[in-house]
């Protein structure tokens, strides 16, 4: 065979495949024999390895695998993937869809799918050309799997039709339950610990370093949204059905729905079907369907408002109440947990259960030895519901709260308000201290690398750190050397199994260790706020902070009422800054970090001098030219105003772009509230808006 005939023979080949992976995994309508799909393959492997140079990027055999990752890097998302706030039954279905009716005058369609229980991801074409898979992380930034996600037939390599130069889809990654069985099946014949359920098992796969391995896991993909920027469609459902036709595997299993009783159906028909499916699901996700709709409803800091994910009612079982375990958390909480008579739950083994606290014991009426029923919150936290009261022994003793930290025996304290109890040792309570600098070495925080696996409690072991300012003090000589060997038992699997694990500091683990550390000195102010572990002031908040108030010695020095007035921080949240900024103990951990280098400033959004809007309380309705809505309530912000989502008498004025919510605008008349449109607003601020409209 000549070179052009092999060229013109691979590109024949790889289109015929790709067709019928299109037919066989999409249309789900196979229109050759599994041994003829097999010598076209054949195939195309011997000419691709005969005549490499005309392999193409796209061709079906990178489905083969063969790939090793050894890292796989963080990359941002272009558009942020939320999560979905959820919902457990009909009454907050019926809140859902009346607060969208009280922002949106016209008629609602909703879009009903179902919630796989998978691993989500986004994957990115470029003309036409899959460039990049990337896991959702922590909603901002994820870790890119391209090589074994690639390794899935359902996704397409390339796409097919007339599509965009530029397209993103989300979606759902699963195992089947036939790829899971399978799996378990080969891990048991080698003697190694199964998979818990398929969530775990694609999870596990999808990290793998060795695609070749990936590929014989036989994942599976489910795309449920599409995101480019000037989407051409009105409907979240037309984008599905044009994505079909690109070649994306969209779930048959979707509805439009015009009311409740419609969707409710659909809730009710899978909550039944769901046991026939050959995956699993673990709910119901309920989106409005016009895209117009959804920019006009918004986003939370975390989810949008156009969205919901309704979950099934958690499945239920009966075991055995062993013994309780106080556990101190970083802050000093007490948490109860308890310890069960193993036994399999929603496709995992369940040993333990929270307890959540003292007021809930109590309530429960709990007794050692009781048998407990145990549901999965959310399908993913085991916790106890409810008590077979016929099988109590007539001895049994009613479990009490402790009154004295199990660590340090300090004298538990309860806030007044609050149902949980707290040990105030903060500064001597070994679990309070290693909990902290856990935290403040965590990837969102500090991102000290190479100090996981137990290495923070081996140091803490060894009486070299009290706090995580004494992080900075740490030298090569007082690390290398250090050893610890841990057993512990790996609830990973069905079967859990005891390890041992030697934790030793090398050379090599020793280097990286100090460098991280060195690099952290460039962390931004932001996440250093974050990483001080703050009591409420979580990541998002902490950045909101910072970029208000610009430094350390800003906030240190806030009162309560300068703190209240930051958005998003409320009495609560102000309270625990001040807290923790007037214990003088932490003020003096603060000033060592700044000694040691750490940023604890940086240039505040709100400059003083154009703070235009200070002191005001804005409501945005409305969908706007120049602006997306968040861009606008951004803008409000970086000049010194303040969102509020609701209309009252504290309201300066409102901006309202078109299809302003029609009840927003009869409160605002009825109060005479002032209303401006756009191009007051961007006169007001004399800014000319470069922003555009985002999907």
């Known amino acids: 065979m000549t070179k052009d005939e092999a060229k013109k023979r691979i590109a024949e080949l790889s289109e015929v495949i790709d067709n019928h992976n299109y037919k066989y995994y999409v249309l789900a309508k196979p229109s050759i024999s599994d041994y003829d799909f097999d010598m076209l393959m054949n195939e195309l492997i011997a000419l691709e390895k005969e005549f490499p140079e005309f392999a193409l990027p796209t061709s079906p055999t990178q489905r083969v695998g063969g790939d090793i990752t050894k890292e796989f890097p963080?990359?941002?998302?272009?558009?942020?993937?939320?999560?979905?706030?959820?919902?457990?039954?009909?009454?907050?279905?019926?809140?859902?869809?009346?607060?969208?009716?009280?922002?949106?005058?016209?008629?609602?369609?909703?879009?009903?799918?179902?919630?796989?229980d998978g691993v989500s991801i986004s994957l990115t074409y470029e003309n036409g050309v899959l460039v990049r898979a990337v896991t959702r992380g922590d909603g901002t930034q994820g870790d890119e799997v391209t090589a074994n996600i690639k390794t899935i037939h359902s996704i397409p390599l390339k796409l097919r039709g007339d599509y965009p130069d530029f397209l993103e889809m989300r979606g759902e990654v699963i195992?089947?339950?036939?790829?899971?069985?399978?799996?378990?099946?080969?891990?048991?014949?080698?003697?190694?610990?199964?998979?818990?359920?398929?969530?775990?098992?694609?999870?596990?796969t999808i990290k793998l370093q060795d695609s070749k391995e990936a590929a014989r896991r036989r994942l599976d993909n489910f795309c449920y949204y599409m995101m480019m920027d000037n989407l051409p469609y009105t409907t979240h459902y037309q984008s599905l059905m044009a994505?079909?036709?690109?070649?994306?595997?969209?779930?048959?299993?979707?509805?439009?729905?015009?009311?409740?009783?419609?969707?409710?159906?659909?809730?009710?028909?899978?909550?039944v079907q769901r046991k026939n499916l050959p995956f699993d699901i673990d709910g119901i996700v309920i989106k409005v369907n016009s895209f117009a709709q959804h920019e006009e409803l918004g986003m939370t800091a975390k989810s949008p408002r156009w969205a919901i994910a309704y979950k099934f009612k958690a499945e239920q079982v009966s075991t055995k109440l062993l013994s309780i375990d106080f556990q101190v958390g970083r802050h000093g909480t007490i948490t109860p947990v308890a310890n069960l008579e193993p036994v399999q739950l929603a496709g995992t083994t369940v040993k333990r259960a929270t307890l959540n606290n003292a007021d809930f014991i109590r309530q429960l009426g709990l007794h050692?030895?009781?048998?407990?029923?145990?549901?999965?919150?959310?399908e993913i936290i085991p916790k106890i519901v409810g008590i077979d009261l016929e099988k109590r022994k007539t001895d049994s003793r009613e479990v009490q709260f402790i009154t004295k930290c199990p660590e340090c025996g300090a004298t538990l304290v309860q806030n007044e308000g609050?149902?949980?109890?707290?040990?105030?040792?903060?500064?001597?309570?070994?679990?309070?201290?290693?909990?902290?600098?856990?935290?403040?070495?965590?990837?969102?925080?500090?991102?000290?690398?190479?100090?996981?696996?137990?290495?923070?409690?081996?140091?803490?072991?060894?009486?070299?750190?009290?706090?995580?300012?004494?992080?900075?003090?740490?030298?090569?000589?007082?690390?290398?050397?250090?050893?610890?060997?841990?057993t512990f038992i790996d609830e990973s699997s069905l079967f859990p199994e005891t390890v041992t694990r030697k934790v030793?500091?090398?050379?090599?683990?020793?280097?990286?260790?100090?460098?991280?550390?060195?690099?952290?000195?460039?962390?931004?102010?932001?996440?250093?706020?974050?990483?001080?572990?703050?009591?409420?002031?979580?990541?998002?908040?902490?950045?909101?902070?910072?970029?208000?108030?610009?430094?350390?010695?800003?906030?240190?020095?806030?009162?309560?009422?300068?703190?209240?007035?930051?958005?998003?921080?409320?009495?609560?949240?102000?309270?625990?800054?001040?807290?923790?900024?007037?214990?003088?103990?932490?003020?003096?951990?603060?000033?060592?970090?700044?000694?040691?280098?750490?940023?604890?400033?940086?240039?505040?959004?709100?400059?003083?001098?154009?703070?235009?809007?200070?002191?005001?309380?804005?409501?945005?309705?409305?969908?706007?030219?120049?602006?997306?809505?968040?861009?606008?309530?951004?803008?409000?912000?970086d000049l010194g105003g303040k969102n509020s989502s609701s209309i009252s008498s504290k309201t300066d004025f409102v901006v309202a772009g078109e299809k302003m919510g029609p009840e927003k605008l009869k409160k605002a008349q009825a109060l005479g509230i002032k209303i401006i449109d756009e191009k007051e607003f961007i006169k007001m601020i004399s800014v000319i808006s470069t922003e555009h409209r985002t999907q």
């Open 74 to 116: 963080l990359v941002k998302h272009r558009y942020p993937m939320l999560s979905l706030a959820n919902s457990y039954n009909r009454d907050e279905i019926i809140e859902f869809i009346q607060r969208i009716e009280k922002t949106i005058e016209e008629p609602v369609e909703f879009v009903c799918e179902l919630k796989f």
């Open 175 to 204: 195992m089947p339950h036939d790829s899971f069985d399978k799996v378990n099946a080969e891990r048991d014949d080698l003697g190694l610990p199964l998979f818990a359920n398929p969530r775990n098992a694609t999870a596990g």
């Open 243 to 271: 994505a079909k036709e690109w070649g994306f595997n969209i779930s048959p299993y979707i509805k439009v729905c015009k009311n409740i009783d419609e969707i409710e159906s659909f809730i009710n028909h899978w909550d």
């Open 368 to 378: 050692y030895d009781d048998t407990v029923k145990v549901e999965k919150g959310g």
């Open 418 to 486: 609050e149902a949980a109890w707290y040990c105030p040792n903060s500064m001597g309570c070994p679990p309070q201290i290693k909990g902290r600098i856990e935290h403040f070495i965590s990837r969102k925080a500090m991102n000290i690398e190479s100090l996981g696996e137990g290495k923070v409690e081996v140091i803490f072991d060894n009486h070299l750190l009290n706090n995580y300012a004494d992080l900075y003090d740490l030298t090569y000589d007082q690390l290398y050397g250090l050893e610890k060997t841990e």
């Open 504 to 637: 030793s500091f090398k050379e090599k683990t020793v280097n990286n260790i100090l460098n991280s550390l060195i690099k952290s000195r460039e962390v931004p102010f932001a996440r250093v706020l974050y990483a001080l572990g703050i009591r409420e002031v979580g990541e998002t908040t902490a950045k909101v902070i910072a970029n208000k108030m610009g430094n350390i010695d800003n906030i240190i020095n806030a009162s309560l009422e300068e703190l209240q007035e930051i958005n998003t921080v409320g009495e609560t949240i102000a309270q625990s800054i001040r807290s923790f900024f007037d214990d003088e103990r932490n003020i003096q951990i603060i000033n060592r970090l700044k000694a040691f280098g750490l940023q604890f400033s940086q240039e505040k959004k709100v400059s003083s001098e154009n703070q235009v809007l200070a002191g005001k309380t804005i409501v945005v309705s409305g969908v706007f030219a120049n602006f997306s809505r968040d861009g606008i309530k951004q803008k409000i912000e």
